[in-house]
């Protein structure tokens, strides 16, 4: 929203993916077409992250000393999610993007019978945070990375963190975001929905305007048990984390 600040529509997944990255920097600068006033010139890819992990999807390891290698001067910023609310939301997102089938319990995908079929994709890997941002500190010193929590700041006071992230860019931290209170890319799809674009794949762009009028969308649950399992898991990795940074969230389910 800020007028100094352009970013691409969509995620540009040039640094994690190799086959992206072998088109080069001609074609990656190209994709930024920036209007006059614009101070700062950004992507948003949140893949990138996870720099040494090797997945699926041509996810390739070693982001960090790519990006470092073309902008080794550029500003990070990354904002930090509860790891057990962003375990369970990508584990969601494989079941509403079509990558598993539609009936996929979010039990087995996550801890169970499926997980194999989510590990390529970093669905538990993704949230250890500290590792990932180690790879990061390798490159980039600790004043151009912005780091928040999105549930203890971010969902506190968003207009002071996108004060602080204005000051952090270089472009005016007055400016009055009208519009900040919008949720994007919320999902739309019905669980008819999810089965017929699964396996009738044809039909997925007519189902997709169908589901957006009037589905009713589909949001697989997760157990208890599982939620706990998961607490267990991330609160060694919390401590490492929050070690690292000097700073906690204490919202956070496995902190």
């Known amino acids: 929203m800020h007028p100094q600040i352009h970013l691409p529509p969509h995620e540009l997944h040039f640094f994690d993916k190799s086959k992206r990255f072998s088109l080069g920097r001609d074609w990656y600068e190209a994709q930024f077409a920036p209007a006059p006033g614009v101070r700062a010139v950004g992507e948003k890819t949140p893949d ?3 720099s040494e992990g090797r997945g699926g999807e041509d996810h390739t390891p070693g982001i960090a000393a790519r990006i470092h290698g073309l902008y080794p001067d550029l500003r990070l910023i990354c904002v930090l999610r509860d790891p057990v609310s962003r375990a369970v939301s990508a584990a969601r997102h494989l079941i509403q ?4 089938a539609p009936d996929t319990r979010l039990d087995d995908l996550l801890l169970g019978t499926k997980a194999a079929l989510a590990a390529p994709h970093g669905v538990l890997e993704q949230g250890c945070y500290a590792r990932h941002l180690e790879a990061y500190q390798a490159y980039f010193p600790v004043e151009r990375m912005r780091l928040i929590f999105y549930e203890d700041e ?3 006071d968003p207009l002071r963190v996108l004060r602080e992230v204005s000051a952090f860019l ?11 209170r919008h949720r994007a890319n919320e999902h739309t799809g019905s669980r008819l929905g999810l089965r017929l674009s699964y396996h009738v794949p044809l039909l997925r762009p ?7 009028r009037w589905g009713r969308p589909y949001r697989p649950r997760v157990s208890e048990a599982t939620l706990a399992r998961l607490r ?3 609160g060694p990795e919390n401590v490492r984390l929050f070690d690292l940074l000097g700073r906690s969230a204490p919202s ?3 902190g």
């Open 206 to 212: 007519w189902v997709r305007r169908l589901d957006r």
């Open 252 to 254: 956070w389910q496995g």
């Open 48 to 50: 990138y992250l996870w």
């Open 232 to 234: 267990t898991f991330y």
């Open 170 to 180: 270089g472009v005016d931290d007055d400016y009055r975001f009208a519009h900040w």
């Open 97 to 100: 993007t079509g990558r598993v």
């Open 154 to 156: 971010l969902s506190v």
